[in-house]
Each structure stands twice: as structure tokens, then as C-alpha cells.
């Protein structure tokens, strides 16, 4: 049982959806209270709270984030000044710079640039990595002089990356530069082609494919994976090479594969197709993916042969279920229908997944079936409601209103969820039947759900909830949010 559970991670979409729908829900619903639930910090407190920051326990320190993240505006400017903070500790500097910059604080820059000077190399490697969070071109010009000057080669390493997300063509020249001097740190030039990637100039590619070549395989995998994002037909003829080479390091022929579909020209198409048939997992499983980003009508027609083959890996054969759904080609109805019988529920649950994103109104019957069946594994249970959602259509529909009454939680919470999405009016009815419910969770889940179905009726019901003072209050919070919600849409 604990192996079906594990089946809930990666593309088992529904029951994920349903945990971060409920968790956003109550966020939404909690963020309009918090400031009147508590004070503000006094100085001492968040003085003391960015100690804790350096603290050697992650929970201490996770505390304190989450803790001056709510009190955002009196915490800010202590934490810019503690940033050149020289008698602080460097673990205190560096996790404020890093919480500063998922604030997105542009007020940081300043003090951050100040740091690319510190005579803490740490310090100096966090502050190029925070500006490159915050990636405002201020700090182009600092960052060029760390690449150019600092002694550190993880701290010009760390520029390099800054520079290239940033995107300012004036770190182009300075970038290909490092990548081929053949006389610097491996670790610089490796950053610098991964940077020449992340900075989108196409002048790059002639000097990225020439590194193609090098000795080391590391720099090699910066370069396909440059190759990729810069996305210049240039580069297909040598990443094929470089696929094709049996010779070649395994991780960089991944690569090369993953590269070949950003680039989307199907003349990668035949050695890709080989590739279906490598020894490694990895190789294959990169090769559905980037096939899928070909020549759609081709595609079927080679992955089809892969899910049909019961000797393929199971993993290759699920990866090519989900690609075939995503293409949308009826043609793999039969195929996929017939896998809903099958002994393994990965590809089980792969193809109730598939079946959904074909939108083919033959799977409704036999979604609904799994759907109500109490012997099946819940999470294809859900992803079933989920891919009826995604078909349409009165028969879906009417299943999952009778869902509605099902003894199940699970299935239950799935069906208000995806009803809600539907935008259905004849679930309306349905819906507001439940704000009746004993489980505060389903009441919570059913008011959401209103919000993106319900009508007139509706907006009636949800403000009672939201007047009610003895009502939950993040009920009446919610049922504010949903009438917000209809209101706008009708």
C-alpha cells in the first residue's frame, strides 16, 4: 500500500492539485487576519530573531524566517543593515541576503554590491548569488569587476551565473572570453558557458559548439545545455554528434537529448528515435520527452510502438502514455483504453492521466467506473474525477454531482474540487447542499467551489456565511473571497 501512496508525487496531478488547492485556500483566507491577530515586532524582537537566523538548528532558523516574513515591513531595515554588518556573523549575513532577496528587495542591491567587496569570500559568492535573485542591471558593473578581479574562483563562478540571469548583453564579451581561455579555472569557464546559455545571445553558439570538444565532460554539458536555451538551429547537426556517440559521457548525451527537443528540429528526429532503444533508462526516458516536442504526427506513431511494448521499461512506457495524451492524437484512444486493465498501476494511473488530456468522450464510461470503484486505489480514483473534468460533457458532469454524496472523503473533496473548476451551473444546486456539511473541510472546500460555479443563489447563501459571526471564521472569510469571485465573473 505504501508503494501505491508513493504513486501521489511527480505526475499524479489530482490529489497533489486538491492538497495545494486547500493549503492556498486557507493562506488566502488567513493572510487578510494576520496583522489584526498580532503586533508588531518591537526592534528587540527582530534583532533577536535575525540572530536566530544563524543558528545551527534548521528548525530555529526556519522559525525565524517564517517569523520575520510576517512582520516584513518592521523587520526590513534591520535586516539591510545587518547585511555590512562586519561584526556579524557570515551565516547571519548570508541567510538574511538570501531571505531579503525572496522578498524580492530591491533596497538589498546597495548593500549587496557593497558585499562583492567583503573580505569574506562566502560573502562575497552570496552576494553575486542574491543579485542574480533580484536581477536588477545596477549591478552589472560590480559584477563585472568581481568576474574580472576577484581571487576566488567560486566567487567569479557565482558572477558568471549572476550575469548571464541577469541578461545584459554587456556581460556577453566578457563571458566568452572566459570560456575560452583555456588558461582559467574549469569552474569559471563551465559557469561562463552556463551564463552564455541563461543570457540568450545568439552570438554565443559558434564558441559554444566548438567547446563541444573539450576535454573535460563537464564543460561539455554546460555547453549542450547552452546550446539548448540559446535554441539556434546551428547547434543540431553537433548535439546529434554528440548524441550518437556511444563513447561520449552519459549525463552529456542526456543532455544532448533534452537540448535536441528545446530546439525542435526534426531533422534530430531519426537519432532520437534510436535513442528509444539505448540501454540506459535515463537516455530513453529523455528521448519520449524531446520526441514529444518534434513532429507531433511522427511522434504518435513511434511512441505508440513504445507503450505497446510489454518488454519496454515500465517507466518509459508510462512517460510515453503521458506524452501521448499531451499530443492529442485519437489514434492512441485504443492503446490507452486498453492499459486501464493493466496488473501495474503506474501505467494504470498514467493512462486514466492520458486518457483525460485526450479529451475523447469514448474514456468517460470507464473513468466513471474507476471512479466509483471502492476496490481501486484511491489516487486512480481521484485522477479519474480529475480527467472527467478534463473530457466534459453531461454524463461527467452527473457523475460527479453524485459524487458528491459518496462516503468517502477523498472522493468527495475531488469532486467539489473539479466541479468548481467545471463552471457547471447545474452543480450549483449541489454545492450549496453542503455548506450544510458537519466536515468543516468539505464546508471550506464546497464554498471554494461556489466561487468559480456558483451564481445569484449562491452570492445569497455565501454572504448568510460571511454575516454570521458565529460562523468558523475562515468559513466567512472564504464565503467573502467566493462571492468576490462571482461577482466578477457574472
Given at each position: 500500500m505504501m508503494r501505491f501512496l508513493g504513486l501521489k508525487s511527480g505526475s499524479k496531478w489530482f490529489v497533489f492539485l486538491s492538497v495545494i488547492l486547500f493549503v492556498f485556500l486557507v493562506i488566502t483566507v488567513f493572510s487578510g487576519c494576520i496583522d489584526e491577530r498580532k503586533p508588531e515586532l518591537s526592534p528587540g524582537e527582530v534583532?533577536?530573531?535575525?540572530?536566530?537566523?544563524?543558528?545551527e538548528n534548521r528548525s530555529i532558523r526556519i522559525n525565524a524566517e517564517n517569523e520575520l516574513s510576517t512582520y516584513r515591513d518592521s523587520a526590513s531595515e534591520a535586516m539591510l543593515r545587518t547585511l555590512n554588518d562586519g561584526n556579524e556573523s557570515v551565516k547571519v549575513r548570508t541567510n538574511t541576503a538570501y531571505i531579503l532577496g525572496r522578498w524580492d528587495e530591491k533596497r538589498a542591491i546597495k548593500a549587496?554590491?557593497?558585499?562583492l567587496d567583503d573580505e569574506s569570500p562566502v560573502v562575497r559568492e552570496n552576494a553575486a548569488i542574491v543579485l542574480e535573485v533580484l536581477g536588477d542591471e545596477t549591478a552589472v558593473e560590480a559584477l563585472l569587476e568581481t568576474l574580472e578581479g576577484d581571487e576566488n574562483e567560486s566567487v567569479r563562478s557565482s558572477a558568471s551565473l549572476a550575469l548571464g540571469g541577469i541578461g545584459d548583453e554587456r556581460a556577453l564579451k566578457p563571458l566568452i572570453e572566459i570560456l575560452g581561455n583555456e588558461s582559467e579555472k574549469l569552474s569559471v569557464r563551465t559557469s561562463a558557458a552556463e551564463a552564455l546559455g541563461r543570457l540568450g545571445d545568439r552570438r554565443a553558439v559558434d564558441l559554444l559548439i566548438l567547446k563541444l570538444s573539450e576535454e573535460d565532460y563537464r564543460l561539455r554539458f554546460a555547453s549542450v545545455r547552452a546550446l539548448g536555451q540559446l535554441e539556434d538551429e546551428r547547434a543540431v547537426v553537433p548535439l546529434v554528434g554528440i548524441l550518437d556517440n556511444n563513447n561520449e559521457n552519459l549525463s552529456v548525451r542526456k543532455e544532448a537529448v533534452y537540448?535536441?527537443?528545446?530546439?525542435?528540429?526534426d531533422k534530430a528526429f531519426t537519432s532520437l528515435m534510436e535513442t528509444l532503444q539505448a540501454e540506459d533508462l535515463g537516455l530513453r526516458m529523455a528521448s519520449v520527452s524531446a520526441l514529444e516536442m518534434l513532429d507531433k504526427e511522427r511522434a504518435v506513431d513511434v511512441l505508440l510502438p513504445v507503450l505497446n511494448n510489454e518488454s519496454q521499461a515500465?517507466?518509459?512506457r508510462e512517460a510515453s502514455a503521458l506524452a501521448l495524451g499531451r499530443l492529442g492524437d485519437k489514434k492512441a484512444f485504443e492503446s490507452l483504453f486498453y492499459l486501464l486493465q493493466s496488473e501495474n498501476p503506474e501505467l494504470r494511473l498514467a493512462s486514466i492521466e492520458a486518457l483525460g488530456d485526450l479529451r475523447d468522450r469514448r474514456a468517460v464510461d470507464p473513468l466513471i467506473l474507476i471512479m466509483r470503484d471502492k476496490r481501486e486505489v484511491m489516487v486512480l480514483r481521484t485522477t479519474a474525477?480529475?480527467?472527467l473534468s478534463k473530457i466534459g460533457g453531461n454524463e461527467a458532469v452527473d457523475a460527479l454531482i453524485s459524487a458528491l454524496d459518496s462516503d468517502?472523503?477523498?472522493i468527495r473533496r475531488a469532486a467539489i474540487s473539479v466541479l468548481g473548476v467545471f463552471g457547471d451551473e447545474r452543480a450549483e444546486e449541489p454545492l450549496l447542499g453542503l455548506l450544510e456539511d458537519e466536515n468543516i473541510t468539505i464546508r471550506l472546500f464546497a464554498v471554494d467551489a461556489l466561487g468559480g460555479t456558483g451564481g445569484l443563489r449562491a452570492v445569497e447563501e455565501l454572504e448568510q456565511i460571511a454575516a454570521n459571526e458565529s460562523e468558523d471564521e475562515y468559513l466567512?472569510?472564504?464565503?467573502?473571497?467566493?462571492?468576490?469571485?462571482?461577482?466578477?465573473r457574472i
Open positions: 534583532d533577536e530573531l535575525i540572530q536566530e537566523l544563524g543558528s549587496l554590491v557593497q558585499n537540448s535536441l527537443g528545446k530546439l525542435g528540429d515500465v517507466k518509459v474525477a480529475y480527467s468517502e472523503f477523498e466567512r472569510d472564504a464565503a467573502n473571497d467566493s462571492v468576490l469571485r462571482i461577482r466578477d
